[in-house]
């Protein structure tokens, strides 16, 4: 019997989970923007994971598109593959766009106050993996969650701020955030932001509320909402601006509820919605699936 030898297949080095950068792209729509996108990739040898796309009109709308791509090396060919999309955007399209690596997770500082649920969820998803996040601090105005927060191995900083004038607490908060975070997230702190504050920090800030706004504003909402008879029990994760509470909606959720549930039953639905809410929103911000268009947002879930 003749034994006929192969030669063994050329080996491939296939990109591990970690060799892995996701491409958001966004501006005028036209024709050939995917097919430039995908042919700069395709020669650097980069595997296209997942792309979603959406365009408000093909006819010269807003178009906008999230890529994810592997290829081994990552780290050493993204310089390369950057200015290759630079030179390829720059001919006829009218497009911005942003790269970013994966594998170097988002750092977040969470701003709570007393209320703990949204803060406690957001660090137990983390511990548990589920939020591909660096906490790099937790910055409140009251002290009463100190110990919990440091039990998972998070530095808690407690900055007082009352009264009208808050900028000696906003002077301690960006001496604390400058460089060391991507973006913000307000677990409940029941705090306003001034708008010199907002445009120092630099980066994105996420804020939850619940979703009886504006009908039910200051203290209270869930007593009065009870007293109304609502059927609705709702929150929303956004973007936060100067003018509160109506920055670029990221998430919604509501559950029903009816005229037997208590005061005590209405908050207890709302924490769970705000839990949900902001868990999610959080999540696809950090993944990058979340593009600001002036003041609405294209979440690609």
């Given at each position: ?15 591990s ?15 050939g ?92 998803r ?15 105005n ?6 919990e ?10 900055v ?61 909402p ?65 993944e ?13 879930q």
């Amino acid at each position: 019997m003749t034994l006929t030898q192969h030669a063994p297949a050329p080996r491939v080095t296939q990109p591990s989970s970690g060799d892995q950068a996701v491409l958001i792209v966004h501006g005028r729509d036209r024709t050939g923007i995917v097919a430039a996108i995908s042919t700069v990739l395709g020669r650097h040898g980069a595997n296209i994971v997942s792309l979603d796309q959406y365009s408000d009109n093909p006819q010269g709308g807003a178009f906008f598109q999230r890529t994810v791509f592997g290829r081994a090396d990552l780290k050493a060919a993204l310089p390369e593959i950057e200015a290759d999309l630079r030179r390829e955007l720059a001919n006829g399209f009218e497009l911005e766009y942003t790269l970013r690596d994966l594998s170097a997770p988002k750092r977040v500082a969470i701003f709570a106050s007393k209320a703990d649920h949204c803060l406690l969820d957001l660090l137990w998803r983390h511990r548990r993996g589920e939020l591909p996040i660096n906490i790099s601090m937790v910055i409140s105005n009251h002290a009463d969650t100190a110990g919990e927060v440091r039990s998972f191995g998070i530095p808690f900083f407690h900055v007082p701020s009352s009264g009208p004038d808050k900028s000696a607490a906003e002077a301690q908060h960006l001496r604390l955030l400058t460089g060391n975070v991507d973006f913000i997230v307000l677990a409940r702190y029941m705090q306003i932001l001034s708008g010199d504050f907002i445009e120092r920090v630099g980066v994105p800030i996420i804020n939850i509320h619940h979703s009886f706004l504006p009908a039910f504003i200051g203290a209270g909402p869930y007593a009065k909402a009870k007293q109304r008879g609502v059927k609705l029990v709702g929150a929303t994760a956004h973007y936060v601006t100067e003018d509160l509470d109506e920055g670029p909606i990221i998430e919604q959720d509501v559950v029903r509820v009816n005229h037997a549930h208590t005061v005590a039953e209405l908050q207890r639905q709302g924490a769970d919605v705000e839990r949900a809410v902001l868990s999610r929103a959080v999540l696809w911000h950090a993944e990058d699936r979340v593009i600001r268009d002036g003041n609405h947002t294209i979440v690609f879930q």
